[in-house]
């Protein structure tokens, strides 16, 4: 195990009708509110009304950005510096999936800075102070409600990347919230936390039992309750699980004392900046073709996933056999549930394909678990296709 600090100070309010904890909140953060929320869907459930009525009890006077992109772009985040540096806004409510809570730590680190909030994703500067920032999240997906990781896309360069931005100081999690999430939204949800836990799972480390029972654990339980939340929406336990799954996938419990990838996370970024297609529809069509480029480098960690995380049975067959099972086990559990298996399935073909494997690897080689030239990245992406 290698040296790690820990700490994470978001606090987390989960469960049936813990909305109501939002005025008490509000009344500490300040008068002046900036409310960030995405396509609408909020107005739709009713949600807004609930979350506007609880601001004003607050005494709190509301500015609004709606309109946040399933992958949000630097052009909006720039509207909302400019909006909370105009109305004097004294702290950050972002309500929505991951993309709202991205967007929303990106304003939240930009109204302090004098420079382009771009640096920060650029590797240019590292984020020192940040309006405070509250979530209600409403999707499974991210875990970006208890870290401090914002990806944001700039359409301008076709760029997109990620940065160390701030915790959110609170996030309230009612599985109820997550009712109304389209079908498809919900499989993208469902592939994005196993991405996360994939990154952190296939690592070089030796000597992390706990952290690597962890990893198994929310594998497993969204596996579990992938099937039950899509067969029936409204599912309360499957819908928890499945929200809490997200949160423990990437708040920072996962990789204390372990050497992590991230490098399918970067491939992916570079196809959805060029062709915004959904995230986590994209992480399912190329984590398992990761997965057998580099499963070579530990065939050890693949046969532990496949007997730990799919019960392959590994009676009478090569390490190398029973890696293979589990690699095909996740690709036949995503292509099960309704996720994509193919870039072609969003009509991508190879014509930006070395540009993809570019962008994906702006600042060099990535990976950790086995470290990916463009090269290598244009393989993976060719096989892919």
Excluded at 334 to 347: E, H, Q, S
């Amino acid at each position: 195990m290698e040296n790690f600090v820990y700490h994470n100070p978001t606090q987390l309010i989960f469960g049936r009708g813990q909305l109501a904890q939002l005025e008490e909140k509000a009344r500490l953060l300040g008068p002046t509110v900036l409310l960030v929320y995405g396509g609408g869907s909020i107005k739709r459930t009713g949600l807004y009304d609930k979350v506007i009525f609880l601001l004003q009890s607050a005494g709190c006077r509301v500015h609004e950005l709606p309109g946040v992109e399933p992958n949000p772009r630097l052009s909006t985040v720039n509207k909302g510096i400019e909006l909370c540096r105009q109305e004097g806004v004294n702290w950050i409510l972002a309500v929505g999936g991951g993309s709202v809570i991205d967007a929303a730590k990106a304003v939240a680190i930009g109204v302090p800075y004098e420079g382009d909030v771009w640096d920060f994703y650029t590797r240019k500067a590292v984020a020192q102070e940040a309006l405070p920032l509250g979530t209600v999240l409403t999707l499974a997906a991210t875990g970006s409600e208890m870290n401090r990781g914002s990806v944001i896309t700039n359409w301008e360069t076709q760029e997109k990347h990620g940065a160390g931005t701030t915790f959110p100081a609170f996030s309230i999690l009612d599985p109820e919230h997550t009712f109304s999430v389209p079908r498809d939204q919900t499989i993208y949800g469902i592939s994005d936390i196993l991405s996360h836990v994939f990154e952190q799972y296939f690592t070089h480390t030796a000597e992390i039992p706990l952290q690597t029972r962890f990893a198994e654990s929310i594998m497993k339980t969204v596996i579990e309750n992938a099937e039950r939340v899509l067969t029936n929406p409204e599912d309360y336990d499957a819908r928890a699980n499945i929200l809490y799954c997200g949160t423990m996938a990437l708040n920072g419990t996962l990789p204390v004392g372990v050497t992590t990838d991230w490098a399918t996370h970067s491939i992916e970024h570079a196809v959805s900046a060029i062709y915004d297609i959904p995230h986590g529809g994209g992480l399912a069509i190329i984590f398992p073709k990761w997965m057998r480029y580099v499963y070579r480098e530990n065939v050890a960690r693949f046969v532990r996933f496949a007997t730990e995380v799919w019960n392959v049975d590994p009676a009478g067959k090569t390490d190398d056999e029973i890696a293979l099972e589990g690699i095909a086990a996740t690709e036949a559990f995503f292509a099960r549930i309704g996720a994509p298996t193919r870039l072609a399935d969003y009509g991508i073909t190879d014509e930006h394909l070395q540009l993809m494997a570019e962008k994906a690897t702006p600042f060099g080689p990535i990976g950790q678990f086995k470290t990916l030239t463009s090269d290598d990245v244009a393989q993976i992406l060719r096989l892919s296709l």
